[in-house]
Each structure stands twice: as C-alpha cells, then as structure tokens.
C-alpha cells in the first residue's frame, strides 16, 4: 500500500512539473496564434479570409477526424506501456500508425471532392488541385499531432511542446506571406499546404527518432477499438467544425468571416486544451490509475473543484473583455464576432472543467459509449444549425451549438464519475 502511495506521488510530481512546462510553452505558442488571426483578419479581404475560414475547417476536420482513433489509441498503448516498464518503446508502432494515418487522409481528402463543391468552396475545374493542397495540411498536421502524442506518451512534455510551438510559427509565416503578396485563393491553399506537410515530414523524423529504449513487442489495435475512436473523432471534429460548413453552404461571405474569426479568437481561449487534454489522457494511463475507476473519479472531482473558480473567473473576463478587445483586432470589420464569442465562452468553461473525463473513459476502453455520446450530440448539432441558419443567422448557430456543447460534456462528465464495469468494449 505504501509502495503504491509512493508511486503515486512521484507520477503526480512528474505530472504537475510537466504540465507546468506544457502550459509555458503552449502559452507562448497560442500568443503566435494570437498574431496570426490578427494578420488574417486585419489583412485579408472579408471574402479571402471567408476563403481561408473554410480552408483551414475542412483540412482540420479532416486530419482531426479520420486520424484521431488511431492517435488515441496508439498515445493509450504507448503511455501504458512505458509507464509499466519504461524500457519498451513501440517505435514500429508509431511508423505504422504514421502510415495507416496518411492513407485515410488521401482517402477522406477524395471522399470530400463533391462537398467542397457543393460549398462554394471550390469549382469542379479546381477542386482537385485544392483538394490536393487541403490533403498536404491534414497530413501535416496530423505527422505533427501524431509526433507529439508520441512524445507525451513517454512523458517528454517539453519536446511535444516544442513541436506545437513550430507549427505556430509556420502559420504565422504562412499568413503573412499571404497577406503581404494579395495572394489568390489558389496560392494561398499552396502556401497552407505545402508549409504544413513541410512541417509534417519534419515531425515525422523526429518522431522516429524519439525514445532510446529497446524495441518491444509492437501491440496492433483491435478493430473495433480503433473503429469506435475513429468514430468518436469524426463526431467530435465534425460538431468542432460544422458550424463553418453549414454557414458557408446557407450564409454570405460576411457571416462566414463572422463566425470565422469568433472561433479563431475561442480557439485562443482554449488554447490550453489539445494539451492539457493529451498530458490528462496519458496521465489517465499510468500505472496507479488504469485499473482503478474509483481513483478515476477522485482525479474528476478533485479536477472539478480545483479549477472552477479560476475557470469560471476566466470566461466571465472574456465575455467583458470581447466587446473592448475584438474591434481593436478587427478594426470594427466583423462586429457579430463579439457576440458569438459571447456565446461561446459557455463552452469553455465546459470544456476546462471536463476536461480529464474523456481521457478517463479512453482509459477504460469505453470507446463505444463515448463515441455514441459525440455521434448523437454531432447529429443534433447539425440538424439544429440547418433549423436556425436561415432565421437567426450566425448568432442561432452559435446558441444551439453552445447549449449542445455543453450538454455533450455534461453527459460524459456523468458517465465517468458513475461506477460501472459495463463500459468497455472487451
């Protein structure tokens, strides 16, 4: 018993010194964030940062969406398995996963041919060259969120950290160079395309490289088990991004660039949360709480008490602070944006507070219940925003997207703190 208490705090040690260290440098990475949406939106057209909006939604979507089941289970087997026995790495594994990823991102990249189309997003003429261009980001972007899953899973936080941090710049270098050139929309998917699989590659040697422990037997995931977490990420990339979608299919370039720039600005308010939510997914890995649901639910609802008052502090400043802040970025260009970001500010606080309950279930291997849970949230979030859009514009969008949201994380948090042994899909 003692063994285990001890175990315990010296992985919450090496936890708290790590998150301190994510924190910091993801802090300084969302501050370049923070200076690429000003260039974006200072220095770009309404319709050419409409363009850019629906550029950068479909190609996260996609490498968000079809690669994040295996990333999740590979960070799940490799945090596990180097917490038991920190001599094991899975390098073959990372290289497989690597390849199964880019194999469905050209396959989803095809697959999103006609909606594009349909979008307004690209013409039957152009389609395949922009397309092609949306591929090479999501593959990037993935090689990169793949690179440092890797890396997190064997507790090197400030490596990970780093590599986030290369990607910020490399978009803040992207965006200026379109601005500054008045870039067409074709070079500016080029330029998006061809410096995020740049940065990709780059990743992807590093990744390889990562680790300096004996190889070990490669574990292969379970199909369903993949499946379901593939399923989950297609639902949760799906309900991140579809209000874009929708507002480009049935709104004006104005209310794309709207909503586009409010969610550029939530996504510096969240910018802790790929982060924090990959150290508390591998933290849900260690050896002192993966085989223990009681444990699980102490981690919660001590998380919970911890951080509401900050959380809650911080999203009450936002909401004040939007209306003083946003038109001083935007130079008064997209005022809705202030109210949207309004709106969505109830979502972060869903999402800070929750924020250990997806990886906990991960941990259980209840990967069915958790994709059952998005998949129903994503289907009523869309048939929702296609009910509003035409009456309430972006605003409604934004309100049955938020009070959505935050039902979502509201069910998950429940069902993480319910004792149960039926989740899991074995």
Request: include cysteine.
């Amino acid at each position: 018993m003692a063994n285990t208490a001890s175990t315990s705090f010296e992985i919450n040690r090496l936890f708290r010194r790590g998150f301190g260290i994510t924190l910091a440098l993801d802090l300084v990475a969302r501050a370049v964030s923070a200076v690429t949406v000003v260039v974006l939106v200072r220095g770009l057209s309404t319709s050419a940062f409409a363009f850019v909006t629906l550029f950068l939604t479909l190609a996260q979507l996609i490498g968000s969406a079809v690669t994040g089941g295996i990333r999740t289970w590979y960070m799940r087997v490799e945090a596990e398995s180097y917490s038991k026995d920190a001599g094991v790495e899975q390098r073959s594994a990372f290289v497989q996963a690597s390849k199964r990823g880019l194999v469905l991102i050209v396959l989803a990249s095809l697959a999103s041919i006609p909606v594009a189309i349909a979008l307004g997003f690209a013409t039957l003429e152009d389609a395949p060259i922009l397309l092609l261009c949306v591929g090479l980001y999501a593959g990037g972007s993935s090689l990169i969120e793949l690179a440092m899953t890797r890396y997190q899973a064997r507790r090197g936080f400030t490596a990970a950290g780093i590599l986030g941090l290369i990607r910020s710049l490399a978009l803040l270098l992207v965006a200026v160079v379109v601005t500054v050139t008045s870039s067409s929309d074709l070079a500016v998917s080029i330029w998006f395309g061809v410096t995020m699989a740049a940065a990709g590659c780059l990743a992807l040697r590093v990744g390889v490289g990562a680790g300096g422990g004996a190889h070990g037997p490669t574990q292969r995931a379970h199909v369903g088990e993949e499946l379901w977490l593939t399923l989950f990420y297609v639902a949760a990339a799906g309900f991140a991004y579809v209000d874009v979608l929708i507002a480009g299919a049935m709104l004006d370039d104005e209310s794309v660039a709207s909503l586009g720039a409010a969610l550029r600005y939530l996504a510096i308010l969240m910018g802790a949360m790929p982060a924090l939510g990959a150290i508390l997914r591998v933290r849900a890995a260690q050896v002192d709480l993966i085989d223990s649901e009681e444990a699980q639910r102490r981690v919660l609802l001590a998380w919970m008490r911890r951080t509401s008052v900050p959380v809650v502090g911080f999203a009450l400043a936002a909401i004040l602070l939007a209306p003083w802040v946003i038109p001083r970025i935007d130079d008064g260009r997209y005022p809705d944006s202030v109210i949207i970001l309004q709106i969505f500010v109830v979502t972060v606080v869903a999402a800070y507070l929750s924020a250990p309950a997806t990886g906990l279930l991960i941990a259980r291997r209840a990967y069915r219940p958790l994709a059952l849970i998005f998949i129903v949230g994503f289907l009523a979030n869309v048939v929702a925003d296609v009910g509003v859009a035409p009456f309430y514009g972006v605003v409604g969008i934004a309100v049955v997207s938020s009070v959505i949201y935050v039902g979502i994380y509201a069910v998950v948090t429940v069902v993480t703190l319910r004792p149960t042994n039926t989740l899991a899909d074995d």
